[in-house]
């Protein structure tokens, strides 16, 4: 009787994760290379013409 191999290899599971692990990595690489996704940075969340700022102490005072 010849017997199995010692070990049976890597479970699925770790080899559903690795793949699906390397897709997301591949995608998200696809999006920064091609710009699909658009400027980053604090201003991207900020309506246009706000600086953010607040005006300094002591200044439009009526």
Do not use: E, F
């Not at 080899?15 to 400027?39: C, E, H, N, P, Y």
């Amino acid at each position: 009787m010849v017997d199995g191999p010692a070990y049976p290899g890597m479970p699925r599971w770790v080899k559903i994760s690795g793949a699906v692990l390397a897709m997301a990595i591949l995608l998200a690489a696809v999006l920064m290379v091609s710009g699909v996704g658009g400027q980053h940075g604090p201003g991207r969340h900020l309506p246009l013409g706000d600086t953010g700022r607040q005006p300094p102490n002591g200044g439009d005072r009526p």
